[in-house]
């Protein structure tokens, strides 16, 4: 897929960028042409992100390089603002596709969990995607509404509950909820708000589960394997391009069949 692929020229903002399925999601948007806004906690790691991507088919004549790495904690309203700035400022225009794959597991069973750990994972998994889609949205109607693709990256937890995640659970659960709602009040706007629902992809994130629990979620799969993050980074493209034109509100499961 070159530079005029399917996102030819619109930039995309991808939290979660420095890692995994974030950092996958940004691979394939930019070789289907899109220029690159990757913003994590980790900006080293979104410094690396931006160092392995695609830019494009030829030379940017003129023009500076075509991605940028950028600093945030999503869980905080003044950083994320100050992220909308930044962006804008070094692109000039704001982002019409927006992927929220930044998150984080504390996982505890409930009758251990701390509060602490339980206000962490809603603070990042669920206000960080709000507070990134409220900062898009008002960027994109602000900028004259020129449409818009937000995606958000749940997790089939969210609907089915897993065994020490009452945390990530609820913020996942949470997430679809805000989609749907920002689905139903952007539509006015032309900006289409959809959620992706990754079953058990490996990515470090799942790194930190036993391996004898990824084995068993393995042979619960019926397509018999643990997902990749380019599996993710597929449905995601989908989303964020025309080819999903008239879909918003809704939740794509990318799960191998798990919990169907
Ligand atoms: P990962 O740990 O590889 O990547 C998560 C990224 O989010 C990291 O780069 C991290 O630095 C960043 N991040 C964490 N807190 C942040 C904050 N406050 N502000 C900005 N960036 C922050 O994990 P992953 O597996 O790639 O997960 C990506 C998304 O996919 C997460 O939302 C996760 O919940 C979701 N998900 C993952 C799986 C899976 O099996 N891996 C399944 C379902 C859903």
Redesign the pocket.
């Known amino acids: 897929m070159g530079s005029a692929g399917r996102l030819g020229g619109a930039l995309a903002l991808v939290?979660?960028g420095?890692?995994?399925?974030?950092r996958a999601v940004c691979a394939r948007l930019a070789r289907e042409g899109a220029r690159l806004a990757v913003a994590?906690?980790?900006e080293g790691?979104a410094r690396d992100t931006v160092g392995g991507l695609h830019s494009g088919g030829t030379p940017h004549a003129g023009g500076g390089p075509p991605h940028a790495a950028f600093e945030?904690?999503?869980?905080s309203a003044p950083s994320v603002t100050r992220l909308l700035a930044r962006v804008q400022e070094h692109f000039g225009v704001p982002p019409t596709i927006c992927v929220g794959?930044?998150?984080?597991t504390r996982d505890e069973f409930l009758l251990r969990l701390g509060e602490g750990d339980f206000q962490e994972v809603l603070g990042?998994?669920l206000t960080?995607t709000f507070l990134v889609t409220q900062a898009v949205a008002r960027a994109l109607v602000a900028a004259g509404a020129p449409g818009g693709s937000i995606i958000h990256?749940g997790?089939i937890v969210g609907k089915v509950g897993n065994l020490g995640q009452a945390n990530y659970a609820a913020s996942k659960a949470g997430v679809e909820g805000l989609t749907r709602t920002c689905a139903k009040e952007l539509a006015r706007f032309g900006i289409r708000c959809n959620a992706v629902l990754?079953?058990?992809?490996v990515?470090?994130?799942?790194d930190k589960v036993p391996p004898k629990v990824l084995e068993k979620f393995a042979g619960m799969v019926p397509m018999g394997r643990l997902g990749d993050?380019q599996d993710v980074a597929d449905v995601c493209a989908f989303l964020a391009s025309g080819d999903s034109s008239y879909i918003t509100g809704a939740s794509v499961e990318v799960t191998g069949g798990l919990f169907m």
Do not use: E, K, Q, Y
């Not at 420095?18 to 974030?22: C, F, L, Q, V």
């Open positions: 939290t979660g420095a890692s995994g399925i974030g994590d906690r980790d790691g945030v904690d999503v869980a794959c930044a998150g984080v990042v998994n960080g990256v997790s990754p079953g058990f992809i990515t470090p994130m799942t993050p």
